[in-house]
């Protein structure tokens, strides 16, 4: 065996290397023009197939089977194309993720209101739950809900969630009620699916983080502990003795949740320690003591990004700045199975929600789309890890109501951007940014070569059991560095990916080049047990990804 142990040091070299002049590049490829409804929310729920959901007010081009507007569909990777879920109540605005027993649920959604646009039940305490499904391309498999006697314990519109270590969900946070801008009548609180109780949790952290704390970001720590942040406040919470850790607050003013979105993300967890590290970008210094009035479309978003490690001392050192190339209100930060972060996605001024602020752009809070994405270098040095040399430039904005997610193939899927209360099709009067029915995927320079493969792999993985799988590398490629990632994809949803986990794992490769081995996690803390896509990168190169269930694929709450 050569002994090639999946060390940062190790990718940065490789990452570090300069690109040959005639190698392939980063692209964007525009793979349909009609994705039916607006895929504002996106989750990979198979290897192939990918759920999305819009908002419910009857006027979505896709029909379902009863011929109603649709706003939910699956998306077929292989074919692109769209069929129609039947969704019963309103999924706009809701969180989500795979559970242990690898069902999706999608949780919270938009209230019923009199305005006359909802074109369903209220959706602000819904559970939806889509079961794996036996079809490769989805056909029968459905989207189950009964309100009466499946809900959420409170109303909870715009909430986000997690996966925890024992494969159930944590949801946090949300607003009873449908608000303009502000969270004026805030759900400060977190709930269990499946219940661990029958009340909900009372967050003070939650209600120092008014006025702009919905979709709060949230992360599942490799202790079981759950880093959270909303507006310029973060916490650690322990869900077993239901207390939080005040951490510092993100440097300069800087806010970074709803309607002030920034992002943050989970950076990769490596062994043998898993040191947690988030990184926090965008957002905006607005004064939320103004009335959303006397805010303007045409503010500047923060380029500001904060990262923080979730040691003792790295707590005690605080956050570290630096700037990405350029402002961006609803930034998206997606993990890329070699270690790096894709930043993408948003907007260069103004603000998210709609026909809040004193000047909106037809609907729209924000404006200047971010049109080139960046790569991200965790491992690099500070000031050294943003660069968008080489990235492509799209003409499509995906601001407001979109989504991306990396894909089982290991490209990205991007669709959605409708800062409209309805659907607003392109021509229509004073509109400068319709309902975006274009699906494109953003393409890594290895989709267009010979990559590595894995050949097979276990339906199930065992936590710390070490196994090995055959594999093919392409003669080109020496196997310098060998980096095996096990991945939660995440629920896309209001600029943040719910759920989404990376972690390295400790892996060689056979002399032959034909084995891989490669130890999983220790524990469900390190990767909640659940569904898994297992990336292979050899000399970054990646292969398209493997799906597996981490642990037993028992129903939630489950210890591993
Ligand atoms: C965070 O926001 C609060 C409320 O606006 C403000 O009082 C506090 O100074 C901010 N913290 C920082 C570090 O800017
Ligand atoms: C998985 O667990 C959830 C939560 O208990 C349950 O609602 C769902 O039906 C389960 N799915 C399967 C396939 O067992």
Redesign the pocket.
């Known amino acids: 065996m050569l002994s090639l142990l999946t060390t940062v040091s190790l990718a940065v070299a490789a990452l570090g290397a300069p690109a040959a002049t005639d190698a392939p590049a980063w692209r964007f490829d525009l793979k349909a023009h009609n994705s039916g409804i607006v895929a504002l929310e996106a989750i990979v729920v198979d290897t192939s197939l990918v759920v999305i959901f819009d908002r419910a007010t009857g006027d979505q081009p896709l029909k379902t089977s009863n011929g109603k507007s649709a706003w939910g569909a699956l998306w077929d990777l292989e074919t692109s194309t769209v069929s129609p879920l039947n969704v019963l109540t309103d999924s706009f605005c809701a969180s989500g993720a795979l559970l242990s027993n690898g069902t999706m649920v999608s949780v919270g959604g938009t209230p019923g209101a009199d305005d006359g646009n909802f074109a369903a039940p209220p959706g602000n305490q819904a559970i939806r739950i889509f079961e794996p499904c036996a079809s490769p391309s989805g056909a029968g498999c459905t989207l189950f809900e009964n309100p009466a006697t499946l809900h959420l314990l409170e109303e909870r519109w715009y909430p986000s969630s997690v996966r925890i270590f024992d494969g159930s969900l944590m949801i946090v946070g949300g607003s009873h009620v449908l608000t303009p801008f502000y969270n004026v009548d805030p759900a400060n609180s977190f709930e269990f699916f499946p219940r661990k109780e029958q009340t909900p949790r009372p967050s003070a952290f939650l209600e120092r983080a008014l006025p702009a704390n919905l979709f709060p970001r949230a992360f599942a720590l490799p202790d079981g502990t759950v880093f959270i942040v909303a507006?310029?406040?973060s916490i650690i919470y322990n869900i077993e003795t239901n207390t939080e850790t005040i951490l510092?607050?993100?440097?300069?003013?800087?806010?970074v949740t709803n309607p002030i979105d920034g992002s943050a993300i989970l950076l990769p967890l490596s062994p043998p320690d898993f040191t947690p590290e988030v990184l926090v970008c965008g957002g905006s210094t607005a004064?939320?003591?103004q009335p959303s009035t006397s805010l303007s479309s045409q503010q500047p978003a923060s380029s500001q990004c904060s990262r923080i490690t979730l040691t003792p001392a790295g707590i005690k050192a605080g956050w570290q700045v630096e700037h990405m190339l350029e402002a961006r209100m609803m930034p998206e930060l997606v993990h890329i199975p070699n270690g790096q972060i894709l930043i993408t996605n948003g907007a260069g001024t103004g603000f998210a929600a709609l026909d809040s602020v004193g000047d909106p752009v037809g609907h729209s809070n924000a404006d200047h789309p971010v049109l080139t994405p960046s790569l991200y270098t965790p491992s690099a040095p500070l000031g050294q890890r943003i660069s968008n040399a080489g990235m492509p430039t799209t003409n499509i904005p995906r601001m407001y109501h979109s989504s991306v997610t990396l894909t089982p193939q290991g490209n990205f899927l991007i669709g959605g951007n409708n800062p409209n209360m309805n659907f607003t099709p392109p021509g229509t009067p004073g509109i400068k940014f319709p309902s975006e029915l274009r699906m494109e995927t953003l393409d890594p320079p290895f989709m267009s070569r010979t990559r590595p493969a894995l050949l097979t792999m276990p339906e199930k993985l065992a936590f710390g059991q070490k196994v090995t799988v055959p594999i093919t590398v392409p003669s080109d490629l020496k196997g310098t560095t060998v980096q095996v990632a096990l991945m939660d994809l995440g629920f896309s949803s209001h600029a943040f990916h719910s759920s989404a986990r990376l972690v390295f794992m400790e892996a060689s490769i056979s002399a032959d080049h034909k084995s891989l081995t490669f130890t999983p996690p220790p524990n469900g803390r390190v990767f909640p047990p659940g569904p898994a896509i297992v990336f292979l990168t050899i000399d970054d190169v990646t292969s398209v990804g493997q799906r597996v269930m981490m642990g037993s694929g028992n129903p939630p709450p489950t210890l591993e």
């Not at 510092?248 to 806010?255: H, M, S, Y």
């Open positions: 507006n310029n406040q510092p607050d993100i440097p300069n003013g800087v806010r004064d939320t003591s």
